[in-house]
Each structure stands twice: as structure tokens, then as C-alpha cells.
């Protein structure tokens, strides 16, 4: 049995009255407008996973078709490869996060009214986004009243390399979900780079490489916010994640996928899940179990509605020193102890 346990301590321990209120609140779902949503006509569905995108020119303003090479249809079945590629790999690794014990987004009490993902092929200056409001577009056409998640994915991703070899992101962006139906903190410090672990799920390795020079976890405050929490995209940031789990989790990183995952492929014969190496799952599961506890108790102090922060309030940077001393509460319930670890744990 592995030594991390997910004891949560006082941290759950509330008033009867705070559990009953938090039970009576309501989870709204936004009906929204969108003019760039409603050019998307065309809808492809693989479960409660829907990636709508347009075949036709706009009548004015951004046209959001796929590149020529984007839309080949090489089985025949009438839908560009691109499409059923990129549900492929949002339906694949929401089922792998599942399995590795994240509790999937729509079986989180904040999302109790959602009923699909819907991913949005645009052409965009990002690669991919993700949104943690519940929402609906009542005009955009094959949507329906459904309430709904929304991601946005680029048209144009394989302009620069080849989806089923090269491109991770719709995973990394289904795993932002999993976040933001665990927690309402939304530090990117925190977010970003263990999105960027949850890749590694289906791309090759066990977690970001940790790299030359070797990497030491930072021992003081300033070290740590100048290189983990202002820099919450850079190499540093992702090797401080893997680092934590370097020094904290013992397994070799081979993973028991069930076998009906690892055999999933995409529509040109590749694989889904690149290799069956992944390590970091317990720890990372644990800090958001940690984090979830945490943000009820900051919802009771504020009298903030459990399930709806103002965005100012998720993205805030004063729940850091609350976010830290839950990462470290985390790491401190494992019981592994050595002195780079210890002098991280005892930042404040």
C-alpha cells in the first residue's frame, strides 16, 4: 500500500449549518451569447464529449474552417480526422484522470447541472482554453438547452506538427475541468503546471523532464515566488512539480491503464496514451482533496457561495500563503522526510 494517505483533518470538520447551506445553494448555468460560437454549424459527438466546428466561409469577421491539411477524412465517414481526433483525446484522458482517482467535473456537486463538454474549434491566438463557468448558448446553432463546460481549441494546431504525435493540449485543457470542479482556487502557480503533469498521462514520460543542471526545490520564500508562483509557465514552475514528486513518491511510474484505454487509437492507427509511465498521480490527487477542504473554510469565513467565487476572488494572489500551507499539509501527511523536502516544508 502506498504510504500517502488523504486524511483531511479539521479541515472538513464543519457546523451542520454550513453543510445545510452549502446543500441549499445554487448552481446556476449562464445562458450566453456568442457571435463566433454561432458560425460553428457542424457538431461531432463521442459520448457527453461535443466538438462542433464550420465547414463554411463566415459571412464576415474570423473564419474559424480548418487548414486543407486539417481537413482530411480519411476513413470516410463524412467527418474531418481532426475533429474525431481532438474528442479522441478529450474522451481518452478524461477517462484515464478518472481512473487514476480524479473525481471527473461532472460528478462535482459545482457542476451538478452540466450535461456535456463542449469543444470549440476556432481560430485562435492560444492553442487551447478552458472555462469553469457553467454555461449555455440557446443561439448557437446544435446546442440546444443542454447546460454545458466549455473548452476552445486551436483550428490551426496542426499547422505546426501533427495532432496524434505532437499535441497534448486538449488533454492538459480537460484536466483544467477536473481543477476547477475540484477547487475554486485558480492560481496558476498551482493549475498550469499540473495541468502540464496530467500530459504526461498520455504523452511519453513520467512526468515534465527534471532536466540538466539538476533541479533543488526552492528553501526560501522569495526563491519560491520569483520561480514557481510569478513564473507559473515556465520550465521551473513544471520542475518544481515534478521534483515534489520526485522526492515524495517512491513507484517506478509504471501505471495499471485498463487495457480498453491503452488500446484506443486515433483515426491514423497511433495510439492514444504513448506509454504506461506516469508518477506523481496520489500526491497530485491529494493536494487538490486538500485544496477542496480549504476553499469551504475560506466560502464560511467570507460568506462566499461554496460553488461560485467572483473570478477576482478565485485568481486572487492573497490565497497564496493559505494554498502553500495546504500543499505542504499534503506533502507533511505522506511521512517522507529529507532535508531538501523539509526546507521547502518549512516556508512560510
Not at 141 to 149: F, S, Y
Not at 150 to 156: A, F, I, L, Q, W
Request: charged letters at 20%; proline letters at 5%; one cysteine or more.
Amino acid at each position: 500500500m502506498h504510504k500517502l494517505t488523504i486524511a483531511l483533518g479539521a479541515a472538513l470538520l464543519f457546523t451542520t449549518a454550513h453543510i445545510a447551506q452549502a446543500q441549499e445553494e445554487i448552481v446556476s448555468c449562464a445562458a450566453l451569447g456568442s457571435a463566433e460560437l454561432n458560425k460553428l454549424e457542424k457538431v461531432y459527438s463521442l459520448g457527453d464529449i461535443r466538438v462542433f466546428y464550420t465547414q463554411q466561409a463566415p459571412a464576415s469577421g474570423t473564419d474559424h474552417r480548418l487548414p486543407p491539411l486539417s481537413q482530411v477524412d480519411g476513413n470516410g465517414n463524412g467527418v474531418p480526422d481532426y475533429v474525431e481526433n481532438v474528442a479522441k483525446q478529450a474522451d481518452v484522458s478524461r477517462k484515464l484522470y478518472n481512473a487514476l482517482g480524479f473525481r471527473d467535473p461532472l460528478g462535482s456537486s459545482k457542476y451538478r447541472a452540466v450535461k456535456t463538454i463542449d469543444i470549440n474549434l476556432l481560430n485562435i491566438s492560444a492553442n487551447a482554453l478552458a472555462y469553469d463557468g457553467a454555461v449555455y448558448y440557446p443561439s448557437a446553432p446544435g446546442r440546444g438547452p443542454n447546460c454545458t463546460l466549455r473548452v476552445d481549441v486551436s483550428s490551426n494546431l496542426e499547422l505546426s506538427g501533427t495532432f496524434t504525435t505532437q499535441w497534448f493540449v486538449v488533454g492538459h485543457e480537460m484536466f483544467h475541468l477536473f481543477q476547477y470542479g475540484q477547487t475554486l482556487f485558480k492560481r496558476g502557480w498551482v493549475n498550469e503546471p499540473t495541468a502540464k503533469w496530467a500530459e504526461y498521462a498520455s504523452r511519453p514520460g513520467p512526468f515534465y523532464p527534471l532536466g540538466s543542471p539538476s533541479y533543488t526545490l526552492p528553501s526560501t520564500l522569495p526563491d519560491f515566488q520569483a520561480t514557481v508562483v510569478a513564473a507559473s509557465t515556465s520550465q521551473n514552475a513544471n520542475r518544481f512539480w515534478s521534483r515534489l514528486i520526485d522526492l515524495v513518491e517512491s513507484e517506478d511510474g509504471s501505471l495499471r491503464i485498463p487495457a480498453h484505454l491503452l488500446s484506443e487509437q486515433y483515426t491514423d492507427g497511433i495510439a492514444v496514451i504513448k506509454d504506461q509511465t506516469l508518477r506523481g498521480a496520489a500526491l497530485i490527487s491529494a493536494i487538490y482533496q486538500t485544496l477542496d477542504a480549504e476553499d469551504d473554510i475560506v466560502s464560511h469565513l467570507n460568506g462566499w457561495n461554496s460553488y461560485n467565487w467572483a473570478e477576482s476572488d478565485q485568481t486572487s494572489s492573497s490565497h497564496d500563503p493559505r494554498i502553500l500551507a495546504a500543499v505542504q499539509r499534503a506533502i507533511r501527511r505522506t511521512g517522507t522526510s529529507n532535508p531538501e523536502l523539509n526546507a521547502f516544508l518549512d516556508i512560510e
